[in-house]
């Protein structure tokens, strides 16, 4: 197996055909991946997903607790935490955490005071209680993708090929693919599987500008590091709990939405309210979302908007009080995304050559599990 794109989706589609014995050479057209997979939260919370999803997160959890068990990965296990602010995000908390129980995925609810005890960092005129799931883990999304390549290279029939960009994929026949690099080299394979995000245009651009895809672009701050502040696990708050799939499952999500005002910068830019400690005491803070259909990428521009990041600031202060607010860094990150119920682009182009993409916000959450679900259906088994 060829797996084209080394960022979280290919690397788990090798980790997985790893285990099933085959040989698998993964490409990636940069010296290390730099998009999507490192531009994150580096969240894993299937708590956000719908049913459907939320198996493939679950499954990925444990995934990633297995992986951690033989090599540093960099997982941290401290749980995420939806914090409300007012009356409907209290009701849809508490109407998730009844689906949870049905669903048998372990959540508790928690007091507007237990919620200021585990963080006290968190403004009493904002917290009205919280959902937490203590199960859930976060990563930390620079280092984790190359400690698990790192993993991968371990396996003996593995090979990596980086910097290495594919330029023509070629059947010779059903079972038998040829592949071409910028450099003229060529090799083949049984079967192909291109996860290469918003690369997939560059390859197959007629499929690409068909596929009903959208690009998201997202803001994202980091703050300097601050010893004297903890804020252990994932933490999401009012904003998160009324965009989050999970909750659009709820009895009154659609009363709420509603009654929602669309004029608001907060609704045009598509913001919520994340906080994710690191080890260093830096805080990675966001984040927004700006779209564009696939067959206009150039609809989203290179600039980081300093009223985006205002407006993040501006609504964490209404959440938190932390010693400095002083912003290290700033970027932004690209995913794509489907526009499909599926909630994932899949498409066999040639016979044994795969196109998945279009997984959205959802890659660092639940590829893990997703990927060893559809190498099942692609073999048969």
Not at 310 to 326: C, H, V
Request: aromatic fraction near 8%; hydrophobic fraction near 35%.
């Amino acid at each position: 197996m060829v797996v084209i794109g080394g960022g979280v989706l290919g690397s788990f589609y090798a980790y997985h055909a790893l285990q099933r014995g085959l040989r698998v050479t993964l490409v990636e057209r940069n010296s290390r991946p730099n998009d999507a997979t490192v531009r994150n939260f580096g969240q894993v919370v299937p708590s956000g997903l719908d049913q459907n999803w939320q198996k493939h997160g679950r499954e990925s959890l444990r995934i990633y607790k297995e992986i951690q068990a033989q090599t540093d990965i960099s997982l941290q296990q401290n749980g995420s935490i939806y914090i409300a602010s007012d009356d409907a995000e209290c009701s849809l908390i508490e109407e998730l955490h009844q689906i949870n129980r049905e669903t048998e995925y372990h959540s508790e609810l928690l007091t507007a005071e237990q919620c200021r005890a585990r963080y006290p960092n968190l403004r009493s005129d904002y917290c009205r209680g919280g959902l937490f799931f203590p199960g859930e883990v976060s990563v930390n999304p620079r280092r984790m993708i190359h400690h698990l390549h790192e993993h991968l290279r371990t396996q003996s029939n593995f090979e990596p090929r980086f910097e290495t960009l594919i330029q023509q994929v070629n059947p010779v026949r059903s079972d038998l693919i040829e592949l071409e690099t910028s450099r003229g080299e060529k090799f083949s394979a049984n079967k192909v599987i291109v996860c290469c995000g918003a690369e997939f245009q560059t390859l197959f651009p007629e499929h690409f500008c068909q596929s009903e895809m959208k690009l998201c672009k997202l803001q994202m701050l980091r703050l300097a590091p601050q010893k004297l502040s903890v804020l252990p696990g994932n933490i999401l708050t009012g904003l998160s709990i009324r965009r989050y799939e999970s909750f659009s499952q709820c009895p009154s999500w659609d009363a709420i939405k509603a009654t929602e005002s669309k004029d608001t910068f907060a609704h045009q830019w598509g913001l919520h309210i994340l906080f994710k400690q690191e080890l260093d005491g830096g805080i990675i803070l966001g984040d927004s979302h700006e779209y564009t259909s696939a067959d206009h990428p150039g609809g989203l521009d290179f600039d980081i908007r300093s009223d985006v990041n205002n407006a993040i600031l501006m609504e964490a202060k209404r959440i938190m009080d932390l010693p400095s607010w002083d912003v290290e860094a700033s970027w932004y990150g690209i995913y794509s995304q489907t526009s499909q119920s599926s909630g994932i682009h899949l498409e066999t182009i040639f016979p044994n050559v795969h196109i998945t993409t279009g997984i959205g916000g959802k890659g660092m959450t639940s590829s893990a599990g997703f990927t060893q679900h559809h190498l099942t259906e692609i073999y048969n088994d």
